[in-house]
């Protein structure tokens, strides 16, 4: 546990996984925009500090859980953000979803002062990041992938190396798109069961045993849509992100995203109606307005 972790960004993911770090040994100093998070953690031994600078300054790996690429450029790039006081020798581990093109330009950066970066975007969500069970993608320097292994089984059961710096990043979110389009297939399918007089709990028993299947249907139906439950989880707003950094990179690399570009849209409806801090499951409910069902309600698995 020689490694003092620095951890930037303390939201619903942020807080447990560096609660986590603190837990199981690890010297670790928080920083957050907003100070309750930060109080929580120094309760449990955590080391506050004033500003991204100051948390790379003191630390020898740098971890960062932030919302979007434009927030982590600021903390990265902007006055006293992680650029100014990251030392030499110490790695930079960007846990957010995040654009592959701006995780690129900052290792580019920090290669110069000899500082190493990896892409480290995570799935399993807030139960995940509470019992350390996530699933770790990982990006960069295998070597440096190596050294930093220890601190990453902290937080996750699943650690994979995917290659270079950025690939993970650029995994993630094509995977957050395929997760956007299995809610929506899932929604419609079960609205129509419903609408065709099916019972939902058993529509969503049979279909999770056949082809039909998907973590949408056994985990987002069960734990958000059956009791009709949509506080996030994962918010619409933040699958939008996600779906855009995939559909940006189908643009630079001159292909289209022909299900992607249509779901976006579909996504894009519930923000116009207010609803874009919902858990992105919430999209069952425009399946049911559309088709003029009831609200598909089940019993638990």
């Not at 996984?17 to 670790?28: D, H």
């Not at 059961?157 to 950025?166: A, S």
């Not at 069960?222 to 918010?235: H, I, Q, S, Y």
Request: aromatic share 6%; glycine share 10%.
């Amino acid at each position: 546990m020689g490694d003092v972790i620095g951890f930037i960004g303390l939201g619903i993911m942020g807080m447990p996984m560096s609660k986590r770090l603190r837990e199981t040994g690890y010297e670790v100093i928080v920083y957050d925009i907003s100070s309750e998070p930060v109080e929580k953690l120094v309760e449990v031994g955590a080391k506050k500090s004033a500003s991204p600078k100051d948390v790379a300054c003191r630390s020898d790996v740098v971890i960062s859980m932030l919302p979007t690429p434009t927030i982590t450029k600021k903390v990265i790039f902007g006055e006293d953000g992680v650029n100014a006081g990251i030392r030499r020798g110490s790695v930079y581990i960007d846990m957010s979803t995040s654009d592959p093109l701006l995780t690129s330009h900052i290792a580019e950066v920090f290669e110069e002062k000899g500082v190493r970066t990896l892409d480290a975007p995570v799935s399993g969500g807030i139960k995940g990041a509470r019992e350390g069970t996530l699933t770790i993608m990982v990006g960069g320097c295998r070597a440096t992938f190596e050294r930093v292994k220890d601190v990453l089984s902290c937080m996750g059961k699943n650690i994979m190396y995917t290659g270079r710096v950025g690939s993970a990043h650029t995994l993630k979110v094509i995977n957050n798109m395929l997760l956007a389009m299995n809610m929506a297939a899932t929604s419609e399918a079960l609205a129509l069961g419903v609408k065709a007089g099916i019972e939902p709990t058993m529509m969503r028993d049979i279909m999770s045993v056949s082809s039909g299947r998907s973590y949408a249907l056994e985990v987002k139906v069960r734990d958000f849509v059956f009791p009709r439950n949509f506080a996030p989880g994962f918010t619409v707003d933040l699958l939008n992100k996600d779906i855009d950094i995939a559909l940006n990179l189908g643009r630079r690399l001159g292909t289209p995203v022909l299900l992607g570009n249509s779901i976006r849209q579909l996504y894009e409806s519930l923000v116009a109606k207010g609803q874009g801090g919902k858990d992105a499951s919430i999209i069952i409910t425009f399946f049911e307005e559309m088709m003029h069902t009831k609200k598909i309600k089940g019993k638990p698995s």
